[in-house]
């Protein structure tokens, strides 16, 4: 106010109201005080646009950064720096956020991080996350109570008291090793330190730079594929192909730090669990143990190898993780789980319909078919079994868990080894007993699967008075044309009997004992699309005439090999 010569009365310059109620009154990342001299004030490592602030009339110019942030558009930081959040409380929080469950502070921290418009974050004791993007309007420094915000702050402010001497430490030991480094190099042959130094500083540079949380692999990974099939160069197109590397911080929160609630199952080669992205898609998340005896090389080429084959009825490898001693796989999430939940649940089964059945028979044809055949590498897969084939959410089938796949020539059809893996049940005669494995071995294994799924029911348990395996009661009812016994009585026949009659055949021609007998996968998918074509009669299958395979294979040690269940063998080896 001021007092005016001439009429004795007071003329109102500007006036403050006692509780901020003026939308915006300080502007722009400016902060309203209840009981100062000046109501408003910058945010720390802000400072007024105009200068004439601080005379004190008008603020609604706001604040502006004195450093800027970082250019987060590219994931790059420079001078190896990246932006931190000052913590902030007794607050009265802006109204324009953006909000949304999450699963923990640090999640919420990371998303803002990754966001380039993001400029501050609140998470409370709700669940809930809170971003702002652009400037903050309205904030109000309470003396108690509020809330806690954390503000988004240029590199180059972050102050440490212990920079001094980590300079003086860093100035003494770079030199040092670089030195030491430069002799390595210079003396190690062939280079071979060179590229490890290299491979190892991009492994971690592409992990430091991936979050697992943000990344859309719906748009992303299909990116890849284009780029791979539009390019005739093939060397060029197998450079260029790279799975993507996450860190292991964001698939830590993304699985909330691998919590025991988001635990999916564990076999063999580690526990599994279910992760969730910022964008809401879900994940399967498996981590290897440190027993299975690969080095990160092996481990690095065998996923890119695998992650290459795309096919509908293949679970498709999303990415990995390499660090901390850790290598982990990204896979996409099947929400109806393995088939051996439903198939051998007395309640869960009735899901299973004949025409469910029949689909998923087909699909795993077409998927072996593939590996066999039309991917640009064949596998042979040695672990078909129920509980390698997942569910997505239309029950469309999609075999899983290539750790104990190999890799042969395009022209090679069998490989031999002195090493056993697989499930007992599921296992070829030549291949338990004599370590010959081919694309037949897996064929054997599909007749197995194909029974059971027929039946309801598994080769391993099924015993009767009669039989010790599904196999030899399979073979029984055929010789005595009562096949039809063979249906899982849970669910209703089929309209045509001769259809299960047909698919019946097509599994006991798949477990003959003898490899030459056994149809391709080709002969396979072509017997079961081609209903009326005739199908030839089948000889006896193996292990039906009593023999005991653990007593002919004197190198298969059960209590050295086999998981806990004692029905998987868990032998790794190099590929």
């Known amino acids: 106010m001021a007092w005016l010569s001439g009429p004795q009365d007071w003329d109102i310059i500007w006036d403050v109201p006692l509780n901020q109620s003026i939308y915006g009154l300080c502007g722009a990342f400016g902060v309203y005080r209840k009981n100062i001299s000046s109501p408003c004030e910058c945010l720390i490592g802000f400072e007024p646009f105009s200068t004439d602030y601080t005379s004190g009339n008008d603020w609604s110019g706001g604040c502006v950064r004195k450093s800027s942030l970082q250019k987060c558009e590219n994931n790059t930081y420079a001078n190896g720096k990246k932006d931190w959040f000052m913590k902030i409380p007794f607050l009265r929080l802006p109204g324009n956020s953006k909000a949304y469950s999450a699963a923990s502070a640090r999640y919420c921290e990371v998303a803002c991080m990754n966001n380039c418009s993001c400029t501050a974050y609140a998470y409370n004791s709700s669940g809930y996350c809170m971003i702002w993007e652009g400037a903050l309007l309205n904030l109000q420094q309470l003396l108690d109570g509020g809330e806690i915000m954390y503000l988004r702050r240029a590199a180059d402010e972050h102050q440490s008291t212990k920079g001094k001497k980590w300079k003086v430490w860093v100035a003494v030991l770079v030199p040092t090793t670089g030195l030491i480094l ?20 991009q492994t971690r540079e592409k992990a430091s730079n991936n979050n697992l949380l943000l990344f859309d692999f719906n748009t992303e990974l299909d990116a890849i594929n284009e780029e791979m099939n539009t390019n005739n160069n093939m060397k060029k197109r197998e450079k260029d192909f790279e799975l993507p590397l996450f860190s292991y911080e964001s698939v830590s929160i ?63 490898i999303l990415g990995c993780c390499i660090e901390r001693d850790e290598k982990i796989l990204i896979y996409e999430y099947m929400p109806n789980q393995s088939l051996d939940v439903y198939l051998f649940d007395p309640i869960r089964k009735k899901v299973l319909a004949w025409e469910t059945r029949v689909h998923i028979i087909k699909g795993i044809a077409q998927g072996l078919l593939y590996l066999h055949q039309y991917s640009r590498i064949r596998i042979i897969h040695r672990d078909l079994k129920p509980s390698n084939i997942l569910l ?184």
């Open 254 to 316: 993304a699985t909330n730090n691998f919590s025991a609630v988001n635990k999916l199952g564990e076999g063999g080669y580690g526990p599994v669990y279910k992760g969730k992205l910022l964008r809401g898609q879900e994940i399967a998340v498996k981590m290897l143990s440190k027993r299975s005896g690969q080095g990160i090389e092996e481990f690095t080429n065998e996923t890119i190898l695998i992650a290459k084959l795309q096919h509908r009825n293949l679970v498709r």
């Open 182 to 201: 430069c002799l390595f190099i210079c003396f190690s042959t062939k280079g071979k330190l060179k590229r490890i130094v290299t491979n190892s500083y």
């Open 392 to 575: 997505d959410s239309e029950m469309n089938p999609k075999i899983s868990d290539f750790g104990m796949a190999r890799i042969v020539g395009g022209n090679e059809t069998e490989a031999n080894t002195n090493r056993i893996v697989g499930t007992f049940g599921y296992m070829s005669p030549e291949y338990a007993i004599d370590g010959l494995y081919s694309i037949k071995s897996d064929v054997f294994s599909f007749g197995v699967l194909l029974l059971e799924i027929i039946s309801g029911k598994k080769n391993t348990g099924f015993y009767n008075s009669s039989s010790l395996n599904l196999l030899k009661h399979a073979w029984g009812l055929w010789v005595y044309d009562l096949s039809l016994e063979l249906m899982d009585p849970t669910i209703s026949y089929p309209s045509s009997r001769s259809i299960l009659l047909r698919f019946i055949n097509i599994g006991l021609l798949c477990v003959q004992e003898s490899p030459t007998d056994r149809p391709t996968m080709l002969d396979v998918v072509l017997m079961i699309s081609n209903e009326r074509a005739p199908l030839p009669k089948p000889k006896q299958p193996a292990f039906t005439t009593g023999r005991n395979m653990m007593d002919t294979n004197p190198t298969i040690d059960t209590a050295r090999n086999c998981s806990n269940n004692s029905v998987t063998i868990s032998i790794m080896e190099a590929r």
